[in-house]
């Protein structure tokens, strides 16, 4: 039977599944536990949401439904991504745990910070986009044009809100997967830092591609971070190296 390392010897195939079945369960309990909460909770973080709305729109924000089940639908989209949200610190406790087992005592103390930093870097993604979907929100608005009366249907404009947070989250684990590939002997310093003008085009061009609300604004927001990530990453991958 197929084994893996842990600290006190292997594991067998059978338990190491048996490890990673229990805590996705409980981490979907995480998730369907805080989605209650945002569930009921629904109204405030609703407000939340609204805010760039408002900031673009001012005085004219209110969300237009036409369809009796739009209002229950939306409260189940909030309460499954805010339970999402939430847990996301959990799911990764659960990551960090799981394959903790099967690390060297070398590989096991880089293990933690970079959960964490993956927790830091996913926050601020989702505090940027969060800042940023406002002027998305005004560039999608004046390249209508003037004779367009703006009010969104409370759906459509969360699933645009929560993808922009999910691809800027995602995006800003960038450094972190650039570290790891440098600590794992993959990529090397001296290489990133030799490719970097490639690295901006690719990053320009990606960005580009991913943004969401395709506004130049949010492009831009996205793209500058993840420049700037890059020449970050090497730096600490030069000092880890060493």
């Known amino acids: 039977m197929a084994r893996f390392r842990s600290p006190s010897g292997t594991m067998p195939l059978a338990a190491h599944l048996a490890e990673a079945r229990r805590r996705f369960l409980l981490c979907c309990s995480a998730i369907g536990l805080l989605g209650v909460v945002a569930f009921v909770f629904y109204t405030p973080l609703l407000h939340v949401l609204q805010l760039p709305y408002c900031h673009a729109s001012p005085g004219h924000c209110q969300f237009l439904v036409t369809n009796p089940l739009d209002g229950f639908t939306l409260r189940i989209k909030v309460g499954f991504f805010g339970g999402l949200m939430f847990a996301t610190p959990v799911i990764l406790w659960h990551l960090w745990r799981f394959i903790t087992p099967g690390l060297k005592v070398g590989e096991r103390r880089y293990a933690f910070p970079f959960v964490v930093a993956g927790l830091i870097f ?11 979907f406002n002027r998305a929100l005004q560039w999608l608005q ?11 249907n409370p759906n459509q404009y969360l699933s645009l809100f929560l993808l922009m ?3 800027f989250g995602l995006s800003f684990e960038f450094p972190v997967v650039l570290v790891g590939l440098q600590l794992g002997n993959i990529v090397t310093p001296r ?8 690295a901006v085009i690719g990053i320009t061009v990606v960005s580009a591609g991913i943004t969401p609300s395709s506004d130049w604004f949010s492009m831009f927001a ?4 993840l420049v700037v990530f890059y020449f970050l990453a090497i730096v600490v991958g030069k000092v880890f190296r060493r």
Do not use: C, D, E, K
């Open 165 to 167: 947070m999910l691809v």
């Open 122 to 132: 996913f926050a601020f993604g989702v505090v940027t986009a969060y800042f940023v």
């Open 222 to 225: 996205l793209a500058v971070p």
């Open 191 to 198: 290489a990133l830092l030799r490719h970097w003008r490639y």
């Open 142 to 152: 004046s390249i209508g044009g003037n004779q367009l009366v703006t009010q969104y």
